[in-house]
């Protein structure tokens, strides 16, 4: 029975995980969410025969949820786990949409550290620690495979050869998450536990579905952008089609073939799109 911890699971992406894997019935799923009552009734209207799914509350910047909920996954599972996905993280409007001198511009340095910090705590730091509550019950896993979801985003060469001059945090954050599983894999190579950054592509989560006129004519640069990186480019995913690509990447990497660390995308490449 293959575990499965999948951070951020109440929507989006997160919950395209929760959908996709809870069809098998020897699989068990364990969502951890902010907030967890609305998605356990989530699960009981719209997954309602599907008692292999657990939602546990934990937001990932509260260590000590975190590790009440690793404590309640051995419980559950027997003391091991299989796979930890990390999905939850920060994506604010703050630096979507708005080069680096803009963000400054219009900005106090302390909205503008304040917002550094929010990145940085919850899409690098916050996953540290998760790792930290959960090696133990993967140590003790089948599989030992850590999945994070990264972004194209936090890749130098397309923000450098397209000129992508928004998202400065959002995108830091990410190339820091890269090199974090690329040290975790570095030190837990030897014990079994593959770690690995994957872009999942551009998914459709509705993040971006009330936006002002700047805004908007913003992301239609960006989206042309994207077309021409990628012709055959035509929109983002649903996130259950994202997962599925993703799961299917995953399970062809291994260490003995040389993926420890790794930062691809769904496609199992460093293509991004489509």
């Known amino acids: 029975m293959p575990s499965y911890v999948i951070t951020g699971a109440s929507r989006g992406i997160g919950w395209g995980f929760v959908q996709y894997l809870s069809e098998d019935p020897s699989n068990t799923v364990i969502g951890l969410v902010r907030n967890a009552p609305p998605t356990i009734e989530r699960v009981k209207s719209e997954l309602p025969d599907r008692n292999n799914i657990h939602i546990l509350q934990a937001d990932l910047n509260d260590n000590p949820a975190i590790k009440k909920a690793a404590a309640a996954t051995a419980s559950i599972t027997g003391g091991s786990l299989d796979y930890l996905i990390g999905n939850a993280a920060y994506l604010a409007l703050f630096d979507q949409f708005e080069a680096p001198g803009e963000l400054l511009n219009r900005s106090s340095h302390e909205e503008f550290t304040k917002e550094f910090h929010n990145f940085m705590d919850t899409n690098v730091l916050a996953q540290i620690y998760l790792y930290e509550a959960f090696l133990p019950l993967l140590l003790e896993g089948k599989t030992k495979k850590v999945l994070s979801i990264s972004s194209g985003m936090g890749d130098l060469e397309i923000n450098r050869d397209y000129d992508f001059d928004h998202a400065i945090f959002y995108s830091s954050s990410k190339a820091a998450l890269n090199m974090v599983n690329v040290k975790f894999g570095a030190q837990y190579k030897k014990d079994g536990v593959l770690f690995l950054s994957m872009c999942p592509g551009m998914v459709d989560t509705g993040s971006f579905s009330n936006l002002g006129p700047k805004e908007g004519a913003k992301l239609q640069e960006i989206i042309g952008k994207f077309q021409q990186y990628s012709p055959n480019f035509k929109g983002g995913y649903e996130p259950v ?14 260490i003995e073939n040389g993926d420890q660390g790794k930062y691809l995308s769904h496609l199992g490449t460093k293509r991004w799109l489509p």
Do not use: P, Q
């Open 241 to 254: 089609e994202a997962v599925k690509k993703m799961l299917s990447t995953l399970d062809k990497l291994s």
